[in-house]
């Protein structure tokens, strides 16, 4: 069955847009051949640094025939109509249409058959869509072209079954190789590609994927990421562990790596002694920021003075240019770094701190100073919730925790804010709880960032966040929809994780602005349905909680979720809930019908019905159990004490008339059903609760 071949070949395309541009090539071509009516039974992208390629197989040899049926005018229309409508249907005479009845009036109705193309035409319009709407994140335009792509492009290869598919792009660029360039084989695809840039560099014919793939890998060039990404793993690790050393782990930066070369060969280098001293963070960030080198740890976990760098070529001499080369680059950057790093010690991070005012944090928010001091006064103020935080050390924490932003390492490497600042601390003598809550005040950057967990950083970290949050809500620059530029999500949900696995008592009502502590509450609300959901609770049981107003403790909010969770999946509460509802609706019924509330006291002396007497006692037994239960916070025994009502509610619903034709009787009896909603709504608002 026939293979749709196409390579899209360019510039170098930079490594982070490459992953998804080949899954758009094959998203756009696929679907467009499926539009088409083509099927087929494999379809795979692949991405190099200069090349897209994709593979379609067992597609058919012509596309279906296509029927099109066409409603035409009314029986007996005149003939301009009918004239009109053979003609639009390309048909000679009513004789090759059909008589149908639509309603009560009769129509013509015209049926053609298109007969399908053969693969080579049919696949033209797939192609044609994804050259044209592939969404590059960037493109450009080059020469006296119009059209744009994300780097010059060079070459069309589109064939099927080896034979070139009249398709036609961009003017290209770099076609010099082709044996008889001409104006017309550079717009027009071909059954042609090159190898590696500078180790075969000539253009060769392919006939089929197999071929292509063969070929390309006898020049130089492996076609799969994936196969890529494991030689550079590999001959990585088998380097370090030649010197008894380990390779860091770093995937991010082994996927980049896969994206700049086409043929990996791993090398390694060292680093000269003197730049050791330098803190590891800023000598791992250096190499892998500018240079995208792989560090290697000694077995304890310290860095070791040894880089793992990957060529896109063996090189000549066994690769000793190439390692000398790296070696020497890497000695200037970070003779800059150590340059940095001797000279903001010289600095007091405390003098460092008045700099700060000529830094804005926001237009509306002051300067980063003015930042400073807000979060000063609310950590210290956090500080009676965190256990075991030192109040004058918070405050020291918080008044240093923005002063290396205006060091030299930070404005060269904005990543290591913090990092630097605990640095610096440490050098000057500060305590080490403080330096540490320099660092950690950041964190958690995103879900898998470790949350803070001494004391001392965990209150700075918390004021951090909060006074983000207060201060963009109270100049009304909340979230709308999926747009978050201030990252008020990602700090809330930070916020969320701090609280709940340090198991913090924080009042979020009192400690937030008045101003918008309703809004924050919702927005915590929304955040903690985010976080909860990732855990398997429903949105809905928060919303029960949550309804009862003023909570604004996560940790007690969460954990009368939790036994309001694990209290519905018992029967009990199953069947409470529905009595809830049932109780709800037949006082809500009564109310509207008699334009009257029914939540009034219960009169004891006009039960009757030995069930509703019993369901009396059982609520009103249940209410000091419950109301202690919650107050000290045993919300499990607060279930419990409403499981013990069940037996009584089940009887009332089974025996007893609610509209007796007694007026008192049925007034009394509405307002137990009240009370039924009283004592359930205790725990939780169950009208909130789907399901």
Partial sequence: MPELLLELLSEEIPARMQARAAEDLKRLVTDKLKEAGLTFTRAESYVTPRRLALVVDGLPDKQPDQTEERKGPRVGSPDQAIQGFLKSAGLASLDQCEKRMVGKAEFWFARTTKAGQVIHRAIVPAIDHALTQLPWQKSMRWGNTTVRWVRPFQNLLATVDGDPVAVEFALVESIETIEHPTEENTRRANNLTFGHRF?????????????????????????DAAERREIIKREAENLAAAEGLRLRDDPGL?????????WPVARI?????????????VLITSMR?????????????????????????PGDDDGKAIVAGNERVLRARLSDAKFFWDQDRKVKLEDRVPGLKARIFHAKLGSVADKVERVQALAAELARHVPGADVDRVRSAALLAKADLTSGMVGEFPELQGVMGRYYALAEGEKPDVADAIKEHYAPLGPNDRCPKAPVSVAVALADKLDTLVGFFSIDEKPTGSKDPFALRRAALGIIRIILENGLRVPLRSVASSKVAGDLLAFFADRLKVALREQGVRHDLIDAVFALGGEDDLVRLVARVRALEAFLKTEDGANLLVAYRRASNIVAIEEKKDGASHDGAVDEAALAAPEEIALARALKDARPTTESALASEDFAAAMRALAATRGAVDAFFDKVTVNDPDAKLRANRLRLLSEIRRTLGRVADFSKIEG
Avoid: C, W
Wanted: net charge negative.
């Fill in 199 to 223: 180790r075969a560099p000539d253009a060769f014919e392919v006939a089929n994927f197999a071929d292509y793939k063969a070929k390309l890998r006898e020049r130089f060039v492996i076609l």
């Fill in 254 to 262: 082994l996927d980049e790596v896969a994206g700049l070369v086409e």
């Fill in 269 to 281: 280098g060292s680093i000269d002694a003197a730049f050791m001293s330098v803190p590891p963070e």
């Fill in 289 to 313: 920021a500018h240079q995208r080198y792989f560090t290697l740890e000694t077995a304890e976990g310290k860095l070791a003075p040894r880089f793992v760098v990957v060529a896109n070529t």
